[in-house]
């Protein structure tokens, strides 16, 4: 992961409402390299997943790659895998709303449904503990009208609640490394990718 170089050239400006073309160009064309090391950034913190077992039969970091292989095995396009991979990745910053981190970063380059899926998948996944631990395992059912509810059911029931398996055979991280490069490269929804374009 590059730091930028601490002499490259700055804006001049102490407020915001000083600044000129010339200081938000410097601040675009360093932006632009800054965004290409997203990929890295988000891997280095789902890294941070490994050997973090929190009681569970696996690590933080297997269950994210046996989410994220259990959905290419079964012919998941790269996004959908990718959201899979990530999907907890915001279990280190968020111990009270994992979703809301990992639905936040992934926000700008997947489609409307699976950003639903990954910011709700915490209540859905609760369906299947809610009830030991004194909570309501039905609390999905407020969304039951939602057009993605059926959708984050399926995430939860196929690869989300099944990814804690010890014996199963999960892909490395160094399969689905090029997946996230090439997904995070493609901003979709940015008012500050919508900025950039709009400038060159």
Request: glycine share 6%; with cysteine; net charge negative.
């Amino acid at each position: 992961m590059s730091h930028q170089d601490a002499s490259a050239p700055r804006a001049k400006f102490r407020a915001m409402d000083e600044g000129t073309a010339e200081d938000w160009s410097v601040i675009a064309t360093q932006f632009g390299a800054f965004a290409k090391d997203l990929p890295d950034r988000v891997l280095a913190h789902l890294r941070l997943l490994d050997g973090d077992f929190g009681g569970f039969p696996i690590d933080r970091m297997q269950h994210s790659l046996q989410t994220a292989t259990r959905a290419m095995r079964d012919g998941r396009d790269e996004e959908y895998v990718v959201m899979a991979l990530l999907h907890d990745v915001g279990d280190t910053l968020g111990s009270y709303n994992h979703p809301d981190i990992a639905a936040a970063i992934l926000k700008p380059f997947i489609s409307e449904e699976n950003h639903w899926i990954v910011a709700h998948h915490g209540i859905f996944q609760g369906y299947y503990f809610f009830h030991h631990i004194g909570g309501d395992r039905d609390m999905r059912e407020q969304y039951r009208d939602h057009p993605h509810f059926a959708a984050c059911e399926e995430f939860c029931a196929k690869y989300d609640q099944t990814a804690f398996d010890p014996d199963y055979d999960s892909e490395p991280l160094s399969v689905f490394e090029p997946m996230v490069r090439r997904v995070l490269a493609r901003p979709r929804r940015s008012v500050y990718a919508d900025a950039g374009e709009a400038a060159e």
